[in-house]
């Protein structure tokens, strides 16, 4: 039985090894010119410069003369990586008594051509004379990839009487030459990642025996730019193991190996290419130009364009602000920096929204609804001198589109605010504010939706408009007389309660006087009415500066950090 498993197992090692050559490309001990049998050829090199080609005798041309051209390729080897790369050419032939020799000359570009003359023997060709003779010869040497013309002429030279093809020979992609061309032989690289400590684990294997080995990250793009962390495997080491660390997992990041020797084939494997959401960061804004950009860290082909983001979720795409970026970078002029302004960025057929302003920190202006007096008002706020579209919108039949019908242009001054007298249009049903920033060239609408209203005095919400600081002075001015006279009169009646009391108890204290003395009136000082009334006034009077400088206008909202908002100012 066990003889049995070992005839099977040298059985399928033996199969697979043929199969291996059947896939493989042809070896050769040695180059070599063959002829058919019974004709005797012989090869040496030919001449680089052939003479005047001669008028052909009756006949003869290209057609009657070559057939069944071939081309192909073949390897000659010395060792396991030591092989070297030819081109086969075979022919069949007819022999006329005026064809002495065939010439094979092959041209590359860049380089000059060589040909081989491949003779007949008179005796030889004499007896074949009008046959069909098979000739080969696989001399060229060629390289990997290589486009080669090749051109086959009898000899003597007749004109018209040739044949002319082009070959491309294989590339290193090939595993037959990637394991035993020097030339092609990159190794092969293995990995694994180690995402915690952004590393990567690369085990190299098939590298040229006799070479060390050379590491490196880089980013991919025309050539692989190096990104620092390199390293050297020794030939000696038993090992080829080696660690990399990275800072991002960008999908041009990859790992290149090569052979330290000069012109090295290299290889690339890039461990991330399919991390495209890796690139939709560093968007930078620069608020004093009101530029938002952002530069690919790797070339890809992608549509960048800004949106608005709802309460739903969804990104609305402004209207022509749609870019498209290859490897150079992008800018949007004049941008308000508002949170629900985002970046879309779109490859093939998957979508990233990046919002570079939700935390707030840049927003430069606010709108709403405040409560002032007792009744609502919407005010307007802005960090910078700016001009807006403030108005109302009704929303049908359930639909998020917003129908504007009344419009505004308010112009706000840095660290103003402005009242916008709208509040009776916002109660009516379905109706909502909407504003947007106008001397910018990309900005987003805002659209607010209050679900209650206070019905305001018909002498307050005379009709809409707007309400400029004017009318917050007149309000403050309207509170200042409030807090004089709510105090004055709460004083004034405190005042005549105490001098009522003090009254009643002197008049009880003087009948028991007058009881205890027989009657006597002492001359001792009373307490002065008049006194107590002054002494609670005074302080009255007293607190009113301080009601006085109370600010009647709400504090404007805080927009985050200051610092930023100072970016933004004039």
């Known amino acids: ?83 070297s790369l030819h081109l086969r050419v075979s022919v069949v032939l007819r022999l006329a008594e005026s064809i002495h020799s065939l010439s094979i000359c092959t041209v590359t570009a860049g380089m000059m051509g060589g040909c081989r003359l491949l003779s007949f023997p008179r005796a030889s060709r004499q007896r074949l004379v009008g046959q ?89 793009d025309f050539i692989c730019i190096g990104t620092g962390a390199k390293t050297l495997i020794k030939k000696e080491e038993p090992v080829k193991n080696a660690t990399l660390r990275y800072s991002r997992p960008l999908p041009c990041l990859c790992i290149e190996g090569w052979s330290a020797m000069m012109d090295a084939p290299r290889v690339q494997v890039c461990p991330f290419k399919d991390r495209l959401e890796e690139l939709w960061f560093g968007v930078t804004f620069d608020p004093m130009e009101e530029t938002l950009s952002w530069e690919p860290a790797c070339p890809v082909a992608a549509v960048i364009v800004l949106c608005q983001k709802g309460e739903d979720g969804v990104c609305v795409d402004l209207p022509h602000a749609s870019q498209t970026v290859g490897r150079g970078k992008i800018t949007f002029a004049k941008v308000d920096p508002h949170p629900q302004l985002c970046m879309k960025f779109t490859a093939g057929s998957q979508s990233w929204t990046r919002c570079p302003f939700a935390d707030g920190g840049f927003q430069a202006w606010e709108v709403g609804v405040t409560k002032r007096e007792g009744h609502q008002e919407v005010v307007m706020l802005s960090r910078i ?77 005379s009709g809409p408009g707007i309400v400029t600081n004017r009318v917050e002075e007149a309000s403050a001015a309207d509170w200042e007389v409030t807090c004089v006279i709510v105090p004055a009169a709460a004083c004034l009646s405190a005042v005549i309660i105490v001098t009522l ?20 009136h002492t001359s001792e000082k009373q307490t002065d009415p008049a006194r107590v009334t002054v002494d609670c006034v005074v302080p009255a009077l007293q607190t009113f500066p301080a009601l006085h400088r109370q600010n009647s206008i709400p504090d404007p909202p805080q927009y985050g950090n200051y610092e930023k908002a100072n970016l933004l100012s004039d």
């Open 1 to 83: 039985m066990i003889l049995l498993v070992a005839l099977l197992m040298s059985l399928c090692g033996v199969l697979n090894e043929a199969a291996v050559q059947s896939t493989g490309m042809e070896r050769i001990e040695k180059c070599d010119t063959r002829c058919s049998q019974g004709l005797q050829c012989k090869s040496k090199p030919h001449y680089w410069f052939p003479p005047p080609c001669q008028s052909p005798p009756e006949g003869l041309n290209s057609s009657s003369v070559f057939h069944n051209v071939s081309l192909s390729p073949v390897m000659r080897c010395e060792g396991r990586q030591k092989c």
């Open 132 to 220: 069909q003779v098979e000739v080969e010869n696989d001399c060229f040497d060629i390289s990997p990839g290589q486009e080669v013309q090749v051109t086959l002429k009898t000899v003597p030279s007749y004109c018209s009487v040739a044949w002319t093809s082009t070959y491309r020979a294989p590339e290193c992609s090939n595993g037959d030459l990637r394991s035993h061309i020097p030339e092609c032989i990159t190794g092969r690289l293995w990995y694994d990642m180690n995402p915690e400590r952004k590393e990567l684990a690369v085990r190299v294997s098939d590298m040229l025996e006799d070479k060390d080995y050379h590491l490196r990250l880089c980013h991919k």
């Open 385 to 461: 001198s700016s001009t807006f579209s403030v108005g109302v919108c009704v929303k049908s039949g359930g639909s998020v589109v917003c129908e504007p019908t009344d419009t505004h242009t308010v112009y706000v001054e840095k660290y103003k605010s402005v009242g916008l007298n709208l509040t009776r249009e916002l109660c009516k049903p379905n109706s909502c504010l909407q504003a947007k920033r106008l001397d910018v060239e990309y900005a987003v609408t805002i659209i607010h939706c209050h679900q209650q209203c206070e019905v305001e005095d018909d002498a307050r919400t």
């Open 501 to 520: 009391a003090l009254h009643f108890m002197l008049t009880v204290y003087q009948r028991r006087k007058r009881k205890g003395l027989g009657g006597h």
